[in-house]
């Protein structure tokens, strides 16, 4: 199963002083963004929740049950991000919940013209090298794992908020930016991940990388894959993903790595060349860099 990165948590209201154990609120307003921080403390469905703007959610804690328009239910886990565009609500159940195992999640929202101000400065400032596409949101990919470096963008984000900081307007200003580039980066990686994009000039370099990652893996090839020059494609792979080609490469033989793992018979030393390491001591430390534990105490854990 995989698991994105989880945001750092909050600390929990006192529930002696809460006058609703279901999705009780903390708001912290800023010029350009609202954070609000939710928790429920008891078991509770069909829970409608709507907001103004561009709603950007994280889980924290527990688990819920989200249901928007007419897709099946799917289960929102620490780790896991949504975003809904304006006017959308949505039906949270929380089969879960009680006060041993509250659910929590950080939820940003922006007013919809200050979203569109931000994508229009990103396409002029900052337009995309390959020509044919845009910084834009895509609210058919709503639901994502989180990466590293969207966790690290949202938690700052939230601590700005939080914090008693005469600039923190300008700091969240500049944060946000990063934000929606680093959920547009998210979105078009958990596109490919999922299969959902075919059109993608680079769907078919990801695919030649997954089929070969035990082997030595040549960006030459990878270069003809994107028909692309080699300084072109370096630009561009990392403006799509947030990751230069070779840093993807690693988080493929990791992500690879973990669910070799879970099988007891395989030896570490019999992962790391299986995922196409040939030292295992560098394998180790790029897999607690990555994941926080090394490949031991991950397999111990799961």
């Known amino acids: 199963m995989k698991i994105g990165y989880p945001l750092q948590t909050i600390n929990l209201s006192d529930t002696k002083t809460l006058n609703s154990l279901v999705e ?28 103004n703007g561009l709603v950007i959610t994280s889980m924290l804690r527990g688990r819920k049950v989200m249901h928007l328009s007419q897709n099946p239910g799917f289960d929102f886990l620490p780790g896991e991000t949504v975003i809904l ?27 919809w013209p200050v979203v569109m101000q931000m994508l229009d400065f990103l396409n002029e400032q900052y337009p995309r090298k390959d020509e044919v596409s845009e910084w ?34 300008a700091l969240a200003d500049l944060t946000l930016k990063s934000l929606l580039i680093r959920v547009i980066q998210t ?55 947030g990751l230069s080609p070779m840093e993807f ?14 099988n ?5 030393t019999d992962v790391c060349y299986q995922v196409g390491f040939n030292n295992l001591h560098y394998f180790s430390r790029l897999f607690k860099l990555l994941e926080g534990v090394t490949p031991t105490s991950y397999r111990q854990r799961v």
């Open 85 to 111: 565009p304006e006017g959308v609500s949505m039906k949270v159940d929380f089969p879960e919940a009680d006060e041993k195992h509250p659910v929590q999640c950080a939820t940003i929202a922006l007013d």
């Open 136 to 169: 834009k949101l895509n609210f058919n990919q709503y639901h994502f794992y989180n990466n590293r470096e969207l966790a690290n963008v949202m938690n700052k984000l939230i601590s700005i908020s939080m914090e008693d900081d005469l600039a923190k307007d």
């Open 24 to 51: 009780h609120r903390r708001v912290f307003n800023l010029n350009h963004c609202e954070l609000s921080i939710f928790e429920t403390y008891r078991q509770c469905s069909d829970v409608v929740l709507s907001y």
């Open 249 to 262: 490469i690693i988080r493929e033989r990791i992500s690879l790595a973990k669910r070799l793992l879970v």
């Open 187 to 241: 979105q078009n990686m958990a596109l490919i991940a999922d299969g959902l994009s075919t059109n993608n000039r680079f769907a078919s370099v990801v695919e030649y990388i997954r089929e070969h990652l035990p082997e030595k893996i040549g960006i030459d090839m990878l270069c003809k894959k994107a028909c692309m020059s080699k300084s072109s494609f370096f630009r561009s792979f990392k403006e799509t993903f």
């Open 264 to 268: 007891p018979t395989a030896t570490v």
